[in-house]
């Protein structure tokens, strides 16, 4: 049993990796290059309202950095992937996760008329 802050630390760090660890999904990822490498990532259904805020601002470094594995992120920068590459990953990870992106859980449209006549 640590009995140690620096054990104590060690041993926190240990479970949350391990709670983490299970979370992540093998997905392609395209390079500019046409080269294709499997990264670890979170299923779309699991990015933070921060992630996707990136990714609507732009912030494609910022959005990977948050939804990919800290020990893939390097594989990323070395890909270098272009709009279509990060479009098929997204993808990738939506179906991993079992959504499929587009797709909103909201109410449709009726298709009767709620217009006073």
Same mark, same amino acid.
């Given at each position: 049993? %640590?009995?140690? !802050? !620096? *054990?104590?630390?060690?041993?926190?760090?240990? *479970? =949350? *990796?391990?709670? #983490?660890?299970d979370d992540y999904v093998t997905v392609p990822l395209a390079g500019y290059?046409? #080269?294709? !490498?499997?990264i670890r990532t979170? %299923?779309?259904? =699991?990015?933070?309202?921060?992630?996707? =805020?990136?990714? =609507?601002?732009?912030?494609?470094?910022?959005?990977?950095?948050? #939804?990919?594995? *800290?020990?893939d992120y390097e594989i990323y920068e070395d890909l270098d992937p272009d709009q279509d590459g990060i479009g098929h990953f997204a993808e990738a990870a939506a179906r991993a996760g079992g959504d499929d992106l587009g !797709?909103?859980?909201?109410?449709?449209r009726s298709g009767r008329s709620t217009r006073k006549q």
């Open positions: 049993m %640590p009995t140690t !802050k !620096k *054990e104590l630390d060690a041993a926190a760090a240990q *479970e =949350r *990796e391990a709670e #983490v660890g290059d046409g #080269v294709t !490498k499997d979170l %299923p779309a259904n =699991r990015w933070r309202a921060s992630a996707l =805020r990136c990714l =609507r601002q732009g912030d494609i470094d910022g959005f990977m950095t948050l #939804v990919l594995h *800290e020990d !797709k909103s859980g909201g109410s449709s």
